[in-house]
Nanobody, 124 residues
Framework: QLRLVESGGGLVQPGGSLRVSCTAS????????IGWFRQAPGTEREGVSC????????AHVDSVKGRFTISRDNAKNTVYLQMNSLKPEDTGLYYC?????????????????WGQGTQVTVST
């Protein structure tokens, strides 16, 4: 199981942008497919975006397509999620995780173990 640390969340107005980061320590992130998940209060955690270890396969859930972009810099051991045109419904705690599956239909974590996440709040 990988140790990943999320950062970069904050408070932003509707229509604004944020970039959150997922950084690995102690291992080479480039070997793994990584996904971003989010959880709003009272809801289940959902997969948002994923990227394969090579970066050639990228997938986003329908609700963020055209607004969110996932990318990775393996030299920096970091995966990013650029979030534009943010909406109040994007509010939640954002987590990254190693994946067992990354596709248009399924974003599945390899383990049911999560870090602290980074809070994203979209509000006026």
């Amino acid at each position: 199981q990988l140790r990943l640390v999320e950062s970069g969340g904050g408070l932003v107005q509707p229509g604004g942008s944020l970039r959150v980061s997922c950084t690995a320590s102690g291992f080479t992130l480039g070997y793994y497919s990584i996904g971003w998940f989010r959880q709003a209060p009272g809801t289940e955690r959902e997969g948002v975006s994923c990227i394969s270890n090579s970066g050639r396969l990228i997938a986003h859930v329908d609700s963020v397509k055209g607004r969110f972009t996932i990318s990775r810099d393996n030299a920096k051991n970091t995966v990013y999620l650029q979030m534009n045109s943010l909406k109040p419904e994007d509010t939640g705690l954002y987590y990254c995780a190693e994946l067992s599956q990354c596709s248009e239909d399924v974003i599945r974590p390899a383990f049911d173990s999560w870090g602290q996440g980074t809070q994203v709040t979209v509000s006026t």
